[in-house]
Nanobody
Framework: QVRLVESGGGSAQAGGSLRLTCRAS????????MGWYRKGPGKESERVAS???????HHVDAVKGRFTVSKDDAKNTLYLQMDSLKLEDTGTYYC??????????????????WGQGTQVTVSS
């Protein structure tokens, strides 16, 4: 199984920025997609963004134009640059990885490997 560790969360004011990092280790030689899920207070977990093994990136409508997902394969690292933060972006952000053949629509399955999460709090 892939081991994932997130970092970079914290507090920011609305309109501000944060950059999340996910470092992966222990995966097999299979191709993977990796992405970010988040769970806000009193809300269900939702997809945020992902990048496939070939580099194709995806962003849900709620964050398009504000968040940018990217990866550095040489460093086994996934990033989420979050700009123009809004109050509704508050939540725990999780890095998720799955074998490419299970990545429907380009997103890792919720049944894939999860990190421990990093908290993001946006205030006005």
């Amino acid at each position: 199984q892939v081991r994932l560790v997130e970092s970079g969360g914290g507090s920011a004011q609305a309109g501000g920025s944060l950059r999340l990092t996910c470092r992966a280790s222990g995966g097999s030689d299979d191709s993977y997609c990796m992405g970010w899920y988040r769970k806000g207070p009193g809300k269900e977990s939702e997809r945020v963004a992902s990048v496939e093994s070939d580099g194709t990136a995806h962003h849900v409508d709620a964050v398009k134009g504000r968040f940018t997902v990217s990866k550095d394969d040489a460093k086994n690292t996934l990033y989420l640059q979050m700009d123009s933060l809004k109050l509704e972006d508050t939540g725990t952000y999780y890095c998720v990885a799955d074998k490419q053949r299970f990545c429907a629509g380009g997103y890792p399955s919720p049944r894939g490997s999860w990190g421990q999460g990093t908290q993001v709090t946006v205030s006005s």
